[in-house]
């Protein structure tokens, strides 16, 4: 039996932070209500930050099963959502770096250039959308460190405090790696795109 619903501001149901407290203690149904509430937001940053749907399935089971084991390590309950994004930019930048680094070696194909179309909302102003799709187009070429940073800026929106807590640098460093993503994807001649930000 589940404990009765704990008053929320929205009236939804437990608080992120209850959840969290039930969770740690074993409440298998307060798992299965965190994992129902984030699933859409961790599957659609997931795909943003990959660009298509190959092995977003695999990030958003692996990123639940690091937050749901890893709880005890969350040092405030009612920051669960932020937590978990951080998780799943970590998580994904680690998998773009495992892939980036097969293909220079050989053990994999070519990775085909993002559809921006996939990720751009058919109801986005005409400017964003604009944007979005310069992004994506050359979204591939860039690496893990400047690409993970990019996505969360300019397409999430996140403030760069958001971005540097989330992908544990400073804000100079994520101002730089921006920096370093928009001169690639601007420039014809990728000489900035091979070299790993500092």
Do not use: C
């Not at 704990?6 to 074993?26: F, I, K, N, Y």
């Not at 965190?34 to 749907?53: C, E, K, P, Q, S």
Request: charged share 25%; net charge positive; aromatic share 6%.
């Amino acid at each position: 039996m589940t404990p009765a619903k704990a008053p929320t501001l929205s009236g939804a149901g437990p608080s992120d932070a209850a959840l969290v407290v039930a969770a740690r203690a074993g409440e298998r149904w307060a798992a299965e209500a965190l994992f129902h509430r984030y699933v859409r937001t961790v599957n659609r940053l997931a795909f943003r930050l990959m660009g298509r749907d190959v092995d977003v399935d695999d990030l958003v089971q692996e990123t639940f099963a690091q937050a749901l084991t890893g709880l005890a390590r969350l040092e405030e309950p009612g920051a669960f959502g932020s937590w978990l994004s951080a998780i799943v930019a970590r998580t994904a930048y680690k998998t773009i770096r495992r892939r980036q680094f097969l293909r220079r070696i050989g053990l994999s194909g070519r990775e085909e250039p993002i559809d921006p179309e996939t990720l751009v909302s058919r109801t986005a102003p005409p400017d964003v959308a604009a944007e979005l799709r310069a992004v994506y187009q050359s979204l591939h070429k860039l690496p893990a460190s400047l690409r993970v940073p990019l996505v969360l800026h300019r397409v999430e929106g996140m403030q760069l405090e958001e971005v540097a807590a989330i992908v544990g640098a400073s804000i100079a460093t994520v101002k730089r790696r921006i920096a370093q993503a928009e001169d690639a994807l601007s420039s014809p001649a990728p000489t900035t795109v091979g070299r790993r930000a500092p």
